[in-house]
């Protein structure tokens, strides 16, 4: 069976560096367009021809093995020529600054850069010095757009609508771009957003990010459509944001007791990699409610989608 | 230098002396390096032979700026600064005294460096220039600095410069000894624990961007712990950069139980707020941190009300490698020595501020607190005097300003008013045409 691509969906921005700035629309569009992609990622052929002759860059400031994976499957399957390029292989280490590792990348002729930093706005940085698209593959604490595109996707698809649905996020919004993006575009769709973290994770100011605020499990997942559960790194549980894994895990921790606060038909929902035992349960992680696995696959559609859109806006002479 | 010392005369100027609260239509005689009389119609017919005759045109005429916080590179970082680079800018922004600051490499801890500095400042700067000395050896905030010999030698205050002292005890010491010798203490308040790894002011913009924040009470609890080292120890206190309402409270307070606590304010946190930030602008990354538009505007109210002694340029030059940088590594400072006057102008055009206690702020509180010349038109006062259009209109172009560093905050910012003449101990040393 070959699938016809309908969407001619065009993003008219040269790069997608956060899900602040697009529009409802270029949101659906993005979605829709990825739902042609789901299609042509379950045949046995894959492979498109709309990259080809381009050159994708995966640059990699911070140690990826997913979303990498993910960006290059992406690429390759719609004809670009991907490389990979991570910092533990990089002059960054031996102390050339983001500026001119760009000023050099560039001078490649690289039509997009795919680009994860630990620093919130490095990614923002680096576009302003290169020719091609950039996409902004996590930022510090900044945005993960493209998360938040598949997160919606996956959504989407199996509810049938974002609109008016109530998603709760949970863990560590404080030092989360899932969370930000998330929140954005979530509430550009329509979703009831609520947060549930310990107030030490939970950034000054959140509450008017157009989200409700709780700091129990239980009055935040009560009615909840759907559950994203958030990673929270091992040097922020030893008692400089919360004591434990344990006492993390005892009163914020997705367990299968509190995943029944919710609605019965609730869906979890997970970025990755988990920590099992210390934000979800693995009977959770693992079960029928779980959304996990299907957000990796809708992961590779949408950053085809986001691949093919921008590059139908960039110059072809 | 522009010129020779002979003597000038400034006429049709409104002259403003804030260290006698004058303001008023007139004339200044300059000779001999200093200031012969400021009054109503000295007329070019009393003055001495070869007078250069200035027709100020209605601008203003004031004492030359005083800025109690610049960062100098030298010794040690003369490719961000050099005494003579920053003359330059200070002549042109109408800074006609720098107090330089002792966080250099090496620190300003020992006499013969504050010699150092007084002669190369000497050989090479056209302005005034006198060091602050360490507070504390090596700035470590552990042992305190040879305060007697240094304030000997030349330091007219004792700081850490942008470090804190945390150690309550050190700086109980410190406040206690240097009280014998009269030295002003001038002390950066931010807790570092609490600043932790935030890098712009805490709350929902920082929030937004995905950056850590720096609360507010990481400078309050710092001063108030000071406020009340000084009642213990009855020592000369300057809190060296405030920033937001809760630490205007608590330096009322202090002034209110009368102990020797002043404090300064920076141009950048009384003409800027965290929204400047916009799309993660390093040169807009200071610490302590552009605050909320709320804080800025009790900021100018202080200064205005005299609660708030002092305004500086905190000038800190920034080379291109140490801004170009993600916000969160970027290393904090913008230069400001030669804008410092021209920004506030723009809160004296907004109708925020007078410019006669701007100007207080500048020249005149500096001097007394330093216990320097300057600051002053009373006759007999040091010829250090500036001319303003206050009017002007002008777009600022980095490329223009005479600082080794371009770091500035304001490029291509729309200026309105201008120095246009800075004269040091009765020579012109500076002239915009």
Same mark, same amino acid.
């Given at each position: 069976?070959?699938?016809?691509?309908?969407?001619?969906?065009?993003?008219?921005?040269?790069?997608?560096?956060?899900?602040?700035?697009?529009?409802?629309?270029?949101?659906?569009?993005?979605?829709?367009?990825?739902?042609?992609?789901?299609?042509?990622?379950?045949?046995?052929?894959?492979?498109?021809?709309?990259?080809?002759?381009?050159?994708?860059?995966?640059?990699?400031?911070?140690?990826?093995?997913?979303?990498?994976?993910?960006?290059?499957?992406?690429?390759?399957?719609?004809?670009?020529?991907?490389?990979?390029?991570?910092?533990?292989?990089?002059?960054?280490?031996?102390?050339?600054?983001?500026?001119?590792?760009?000023?050099?990348?560039?001078?490649?002729?690289?039509?997009?850069?795919?680009?994860?930093?630990?620093?919130?706005?490095?990614?923002?940085?680096?576009?302003?010095?290169?020719?091609?698209?950039?996409?902004?593959?996590?930022?510090?604490?900044?945005?993960?757009?493209?998360?938040?595109?598949?997160?919606?996707?996956?959504?989407?698809?199996?509810?049938?609508?974002?609109?008016?649905?109530?998603?709760?996020?949970?863990?560590?919004?404080?030092?989360?771009?899932?969370?930000?993006?998330?929140?954005?575009?979530?509430?550009?769709?329509?979703?009831?957003?609520?947060?549930?973290?310990?107030?030490?994770?939970?950034?000054?100011?959140?509450?008017?990010?157009?989200?409700?605020?709780?700091?129990?499990?239980?009055?935040?997942?009560?009615?909840?459509?759907?559950?994203?559960?958030?990673?929270?790194?091992?040097?922020?549980?030893?008692?400089?944001?919360?004591?434990?894994?344990?006492?993390?895990?005892?009163?914020?921790?997705?367990?299968?007791?509190?995943?029944?606060?919710?609605?019965?038909?609730?869906?979890?929902?997970?970025?990755?990699?988990?920590?099992?035992?210390?934000?979800?349960?693995?009977?959770?992680?693992?079960?029928?409610?779980?959304?996990?696995?299907?957000?990796?696959?809708?992961?590779?559609?949408?950053?085809?989608?986001?691949?093919?859109?921008?590059?139908?806006?960039?110059?072809?002479? | 230098?522009?010129?020779?010392?002979?003597?000038?005369?400034?006429?049709?100027?409104?002259?403003?002396?804030?260290?006698?609260?004058?303001?008023?239509?007139?004339?200044?005689?300059?000779?001999?390096?200093?200031?012969?009389?400021?009054?109503?119609?000295?007329?070019?017919?009393?003055?001495?032979?070869?007078?250069?005759?200035?027709?100020?045109?209605?601008?203003?005429?004031?004492?030359?700026?005083?800025?109690?916080?610049?960062?100098?590179?030298?010794?040690?970082?003369?490719?961000?600064?050099?005494?003579?680079?920053?003359?330059?800018?200070?002549?042109?922004?109408?800074?006609?005294?720098?107090?330089?600051?002792?966080?250099?490499?090496?620190?300003?801890?020992?006499?013969?460096?504050?010699?150092?500095?007084?002669?190369?400042?000497?050989?090479?700067?056209?302005?005034?220039?006198?060091?602050?000395?360490?507070?504390?050896?090596?700035?470590?905030?552990?042992?305190?600095?040879?305060?007697?010999?240094?304030?000997?030698?030349?330091?007219?205050?004792?700081?850490?410069?942008?470090?804190?002292?945390?150690?309550?005890?050190?700086?109980?010491?410190?406040?206690?000894?240097?009280?014998?010798?009269?030295?002003?203490?001038?002390?950066?308040?931010?807790?570092?624990?609490?600043?932790?790894?935030?890098?712009?002011?805490?709350?929902?913009?920082?929030?937004?961007?995905?950056?850590?924040?720096?609360?507010?009470?990481?400078?309050?609890?710092?001063?108030?712990?000071?406020?009340?080292?000084?009642?213990?120890?009855?020592?000369?206190?300057?809190?060296?950069?405030?920033?937001?309402?809760?630490?205007?409270?608590?330096?009322?307070?202090?002034?209110?139980?009368?102990?020797?606590?002043?404090?300064?304010?920076?141009?950048?946190?009384?003409?800027?707020?965290?929204?400047?930030?916009?799309?993660?602008?390093?040169?807009?990354? #200071?610490? @302590?941190? =552009? $605050? %909320?538009?709320?804080? +800025?505007? /009790?900021?100018?109210?202080? &200064? !205005?009300? *005299?609660?708030?002694?002092?305004?500086?340029?905190?000038?800190?030059?920034?080379?291109?490698?140490?801004?170009?940088?993600?916000?969160?590594?970027?290393?904090?400072?913008?230069?400001?020595?030669?804008?410092?006057?021209?920004?506030?102008?723009?809160?004296?055009?907004?109708?925020?501020?007078? #410019?006669? @206690?701007? =100007? $207080? %702020?500048?020249?005149? +509180?500096? /001097?007394?607190?330093?216990? &320097? !010349?300057? *600051?002053?038109?009373?006759?007999?006062?040091?010829?250090?005097?500036?001319?303003?259009?206050?009017?002007?209109?002008?777009?600022?172009?980095?490329?223009?300003?005479?600082?080794?560093?371009?770091?500035?905050?304001?490029?291509?910012?729309?200026?309105?008013?201008?120095?246009?003449?800075?004269?040091?101990?009765?020579?012109?040393?500076?002239?915009?045409?």
């Amino acid at each position: 069976m070959n699938i016809a691509q309908k969407s001619s969906f065009v993003l008219s921005h040269r790069h997608l560096l956060g899900i602040e700035g697009l529009s409802r629309d270029e949101i659906i569009g993005l979605l829709d367009l990825a739902e042609e992609f789901v299609d042509l990622n379950r045949q046995i052929e894959k492979k498109r021809t709309s990259l080809r002759g381009r050159t994708q860059i995966n640059l990699f400031f911070e140690v990826s093995t997913r979303t990498q994976a993910s960006f290059e499957l992406a690429g390759k399957r719609l004809g670009a020529d991907v490389m990979n390029m991570s910092v533990g292989s990089s002059s960054m280490r031996k102390g050339e600054t983001l500026i001119d590792t760009a000023i050099t990348l560039n001078a490649m002729h690289p039509d997009i850069l795919v680009v994860r930093h630990h620093a919130s706005g490095a990614v923002e940085l680096l576009a302003r010095k290169v020719d091609g698209s950039v996409i902004n593959a996590g930022d510090g604490a900044h945005e993960h757009p493209t998360q938040a595109l598949l997160d919606a996707l996956t959504i989407r698809r199996n509810k049938g609508r974002i609109e008016g649905l109530t998603v709760t996020i949970c863990g560590d919004i404080l030092h989360s771009r899932v969370a930000r993006s998330n929140i954005i575009l979530l509430n550009a769709l329509g979703a009831r957003v609520r947060v549930v973290a310990p107030s030490t994770l939970l950034p000054p100011g959140v509450e008017r990010f157009g989200v409700e605020v709780f700091r129990d499990m239980r009055e935040g997942l009560s009615d909840a459509d759907i559950i994203m559960m958030l990673r929270l790194q091992r040097e922020r549980m030893n008692g400089s944001f919360v004591p434990s894994s344990q006492e993390f895990f005892h009163y914020f921790g997705l367990s299968e007791k509190k995943l029944a606060y919710a609605k019965p038909d609730a869906l979890v929902m997970h970025p990755g990699p988990m920590n099992r035992g210390v934000e979800i349960d693995s009977s959770v992680a693992d079960g029928a409610q779980s959304l996990i696995r299907e957000q990796v696959e809708m992961g590779v559609a949408v950053r085809m989608a986001v691949l093919e859109a921008l590059s139908r806006n960039l110059p072809n002479a | 230098m522009l010129s020779d010392r002979r003597p000038i005369l400034l006429t049709n100027a409104r002259i403003i002396d804030p260290s006698r609260e004058l303001d008023f239509a007139g004339d200044l005689l300059i000779a001999d390096g200093v200031i012969r009389e400021a009054k109503r119609g000295i007329g070019a017919a009393g003055v001495p032979e070869g007078t250069e005759i200035v027709d100020c045109r209605g601008k203003v005429v004031a004492p030359g700026l005083i800025d109690m916080r610049a960062f100098v590179g030298e010794p040690g970082a003369e490719h961000r600064e050099t005494l003579a680079s920053a003359s330059q800018a200070a002549a042109a922004g109408g800074v006609t005294t720098i107090i330089c600051q002792p966080d250099t490499n090496p620190a300003i801890d020992e006499p013969a460096t504050v010699d150092f500095v007084l002669r190369r400042a000497r050989d090479t700067a056209i302005v005034h220039v006198h060091p602050m000395a360490a507070l504390t050896k090596g700035l470590q905030g552990k042992e305190m600095t040879e305060i007697g010999l240094l304030k000997a030698a030349g330091a007219v205050a004792f700081t850490d410069g942008a470090k804190s002292v945390t150690n309550a005890q050190v700086m109980r010491r410190a406040l206690t000894y240097a009280s014998d010798f009269d030295a002003l203490v001038v002390h950066h308040t931010e807790d570092p624990n609490l600043v932790g790894e935030g890098v712009m002011n805490e709350g929902e913009f920082a929030a937004r961007l995905g950056l850590l924040g720096v609360p507010k009470m990481a400078e309050t609890i710092m001063l108030e712990r000071d406020v009340r080292l000084v009642a213990l120890s009855g020592g000369r206190y300057h809190a060296a950069s405030i920033t937001c309402p809760e630490s205007l409270e608590v330096l009322q307070r202090a002034k209110d139980l009368g102990l020797s606590v002043t404090a300064s304010a920076s141009i950048n946190h009384m003409t800027l707020n965290e929204v400047d930030v916009g799309s993660y602008r390093t040169f807009c990354k #200071l610490s @302590p941190p =552009l $605050r %909320a538009e709320e804080d +800025r505007a /009790a900021l100018v109210s202080a &200064i !205005a009300s *005299g609660l708030i002694d002092v305004v500086m340029s905190d000038h800190d030059p920034q080379d291109v490698e140490t801004k170009r940088q993600p916000f969160a590594d970027a290393v904090p400072g913008a230069i400001g020595i030669e804008t410092m006057l021209t920004a506030g102008l723009r809160l004296v055009h907004n109708g925020e501020i007078d #410019l006669p @206690p701007l =100007l $207080r %702020a500048m020249s005149t +509180r500096p /001097a007394e607190l330093l216990g &320097i !010349a300057g *600051g002053s038109l009373r006759p007999g006062s040091p010829a250090d005097v500036i001319v303003v259009d206050t009017d002007v209109p002008w777009v600022l172009d980095r490329a223009d300003l005479k600082s080794k560093c371009k770091n500035t905050p304001f490029d291509e910012a729309r200026l309105q008013g201008r120095v246009v003449r800075t004269v040091v101990a009765g020579r012109t040393v500076y002239e915009y045409v």
